[in-house]
């Protein structure tokens, strides 16, 4: 379900503002579709499903700045909101601990070679371990982020949970007035 403003709020950002928002959010689809693309290589597979992670909370950050307590309600009460809450316990992992929070088996060809062993494998895909196997850093808990983390990151897939997350950003950008598809860059894309 999509968060509605039934007072009629709409996000009214200026341009420079706006355009960090949606080169954040271009960041996060960018780092997303690195993740999914990575082929067999685990570490470039997980890079770039950590940088999808820093984006989505940069742009978790930047949206509760310009919806103020509204977001915060709204994210609380959307699985693919806590699903960012989850997300951002993890960044503060990688951040504060810089561990591999990810795990998978070796990646194989999906035929066996001709007369050896089995005639297919299917290789385990890579997923974000489990809360109880990242060493913990120490830190005050926070028991909401830890439970999100629990029920809507852990054990899936790299990728699961951020296109979870964008779902959510992209709902909250519509639900403001902001078309998160729309271009926002100027005619050369060779100046920043």
Known sequence: MEPSW????????DATTLRGVLWCRRGLTGAQYRALNAGSVAFDHW?????AVWWAVALDDVLHSLHDQRYLAARAAEVDGETVV????LRH???????VTGHGGAKRNFFGPTGFGPPFYISPSNRWMQRTDI????????LAAEGAYD???????LDAPIAKALKWFDAVLV??????????DQEDPTVL
């Open 6 to 13: 039934d007072d009629g709020w709409q996000m009214t950002p």
């Open 47 to 51: 890079a770039a499903a950590v940088e």
């Open 86 to 89: 989850g997300l951002r316990w």
């Open 93 to 99: 992992q990688h951040a504060h601990r810089i561990v």
């Open 135 to 142: 060493p913990a850093d120490g830190r005050r808990r926070d």
């Open 151 to 157: 029920a809507r990151v852990a054990g899936y897939p």
């Open 175 to 184: 639900a403001g007035g902001i078309d998160p598809h729309q271009e926002i």
